[in-house]
């Protein structure tokens, strides 16, 4: 596989509440796959971070007690804490509040849609959703409420700048039917398809400017400040440097993938396409949009009590138990389930049961028998392997991988090297050689997946020696 430069984002978070297990499984999803693009050699870049210029953040604060700064402070702390725990190797954390790192680049961009003609003021009365930081219609309302957030919208009538989203309806479409701009599963697609068939309409970009404002001042009109759309969109292009020093995205723009999840679709399928066109400047190649997590069967809430912290798994499973569970049981397409009993099974049988107990056989084998580690020589990762990655089919790439765990397991029982090694030694030697060569090919399978793990296997591997019990056995 050629080298090549890889451009990986997670959706920028709010930092209002403390982060789900939805946040974890996204940005565990992306920290997968640059791990897999940096272990193929590509020069990968893997951006996260969160979105704090918004209503949500002032309001949080109040209920708290504390200023926005205090609070933001401490969430995204928090945000910083989870990523650790769960072993997130990105290269950059972006905060929209960030004066230095990313308001030169959102200024350069507004200016860069001013000057294509496509920004222009006019009076405005709408409902906006608070939950949502927009304004939606109607036609949108179950009761008379925003069906997500179950408020009622505030009718809201002001004067802000608005973006001729419209005007880029055609080229968008044109360029997601070509593939030009891959929208991935194919559902999401016709999804957003559907969408530009209506029609876009053009959209307000930014909100007057009072002195409970946040956010970034509109260029050349102090009364403005712009809203969530060009802020906070323009993270995946600031983080890179663009508008300042542009080395970065020089580098790596446009993105290999955008990943988020399917109630932003319209947002980075239409919007963001449009505000690049009009700077002319490249769209991103991919936008994955991940599916929701169900517990149960169920959407997870407080009021069904079937709410999981990831906190907590980590606490009690550990990192790379939670990292295999949502690379292996969760898949990207389709809306996946997790309960704490599924969780224990699938520890149970394909951890401990599963991929402890074959190193624990293996390892003590060569360390009774073998007299030296174990001259290792890799080969190219399996064609199975490295195509679920290139499609992003996470889940299968780790069914592979267990698939060659539950093949090495049946060699060792069909092959019994444990008996053979006592009637001829030589030959014994032989299976627990290849027995430990193919643990490395798994070894290096599991890397992006289970970092942790993989470590202390190859470690073991290297020293000849039979690990501590990797995953103990949950009762």
């Given at each position: 596989m050629a080298e090549k430069n890889f451009y990986v984002t997670t959706p920028i978070f709010y930092p209002n509440a403390n982060l789900h297990l939805g946040h974890a499984y996204v940005t565990t999803l992306t920290d997968v796959i640059a791990r897999y693009h940096r272990l193929v050699g590509d020069t990968t870049y893997f951006l996260t971070g969160s979105d704090e210029n918004?209503?949500?953040?002032?309001?949080?604060?109040?209920?708290?007690?504390?200023?926005?700064?205090?609070?933001?402070?401490?969430?995204?702390?928090?945000?910083?804490?989870?990523f650790k725990q769960l072993n997130i190797s990105y290269d950059q954390f972006i905060r929209t509040s960030d004066e230095k790192v990313h308001w030169p680049g959102a200024v350069a961009l507004w200016k860069k849609l001013d000057a294509a003609g496509d920004l222009y003021k006019k009076q405005y009365e709408g409902l906006y959703c608070v939950g949502h930081e927009a304004f939606i219609t109607e036609k949108d309302l179950v009761d008379g409420a925003c069906p997500d957030h179950g408020t009622a919208p505030e009718r809201i009538q002001e004067e802000n700048y608005f973006f001729k989203l419209s005007k880029y309806t055609q080229t968008i479409k044109t360029k997601i039917e070509s593939g030009e701009l891959c929208i991935i599963p194919e559902s999401r697609r016709h999804e957003i398809l559907s969408l530009l068939a209506e029609g876009l309409q053009d959209v307000s970009f930014s909100r007057p400017r009072t002195p409970m404002s946040v956010g970034i001042p509109v260029p050349g009109d102090t009364t403005q400040v712009m809203y969530v759309w060009c802020d906070a969109l323009s993270n995946y292009i600031t983080a890179l440097g663009y508008g300042q020093d542009e080395t970065l995205y020089k580098t790596f723009w446009p993105a290999n993938v955008h990943i988020i999840g399917k109630d932003i679709l319209r947002f980075h399928a239409a919007m963001w396409p449009a505000m690049l066109l009009s700077a002319g400047e490249p769209l991103p190649?991919?936008?994955?949009?991940?599916?929701?997590?169900?517990?149960?069967?169920?959407?997870?809430?407080?009021?069904?009590?079937?709410?999981?912290?990831?906190?907590?798994?980590?606490?009690?499973?550990?990192?790379?138990?939670?990292?295999?569970?949502?690379?292996?049981?969760?898949?990207?397409?389709?809306?996946?389930?997790?309960?704490?009993?599924?969780?224990?099974?699938?520890?149970?049988?394909?951890?401990?049961?599963?991929?402890?107990?074959?190193?624990?056989?293996?390892?003590?084998?060569?360390?009774?028998?073998?007299?030296?580690?174990?001259?290792?020589?890799?080969?190219?990762?399996?064609?199975?392997?490295t195509d679920a990655f290139e499609r992003f089919e996470i889940n299968k790439a780790a069914d592979h991988v267990w698939g060659r765990i539950q093949a090495l397991d049946q060699k060792i029982t069909e092959m019994a090297p444990f008996k053979v090694v006592k009637e001829d030694e030589e030959k014994g030697r032989g299976i627990i050689i290849e027995l430990v060569v193919e643990l490395a090919c798994i070894d290096q399978m599991l890397e992006p997946i289970m970092p942790q793990t993989s470590k202390k296997i190859i470690d073991a591997i290297m020293t000849n020696k039979k690990p501590e019990n990797l995953f103990p056995r949950k009762e």
């Open positions: 918004t209503q949500k953040i002032l309001s949080a604060a109040a209920d708290a007690g504390v200023t926005p700064q205090q609070f933001l402070d401490d969430k995204v702390e928090g945000f910083e804490n989870l190649k991919s936008i994955l949009v991940h599916a929701m997590i169900l517990s149960g069967g169920r959407k997870m809430s407080k009021t069904l009590g079937n709410i999981i912290d990831p906190q907590e798994l980590l606490q009690e499973y550990g990192t790379d138990a939670v990292r295999y569970f949502l690379a292996r049981h969760i898949s990207p397409f389709e809306d996946g389930d997790i309960t704490r009993e599924h969780f224990k099974d699938a520890y149970n049988a394909d951890l401990a049961n599963g991929l402890g107990n074959l190193v624990a056989r293996i390892m003590q084998l060569a360390q009774t028998h073998l007299s030296a580690p174990v001259e290792l020589e890799y080969k190219p990762f399996p064609k199975e392997y």
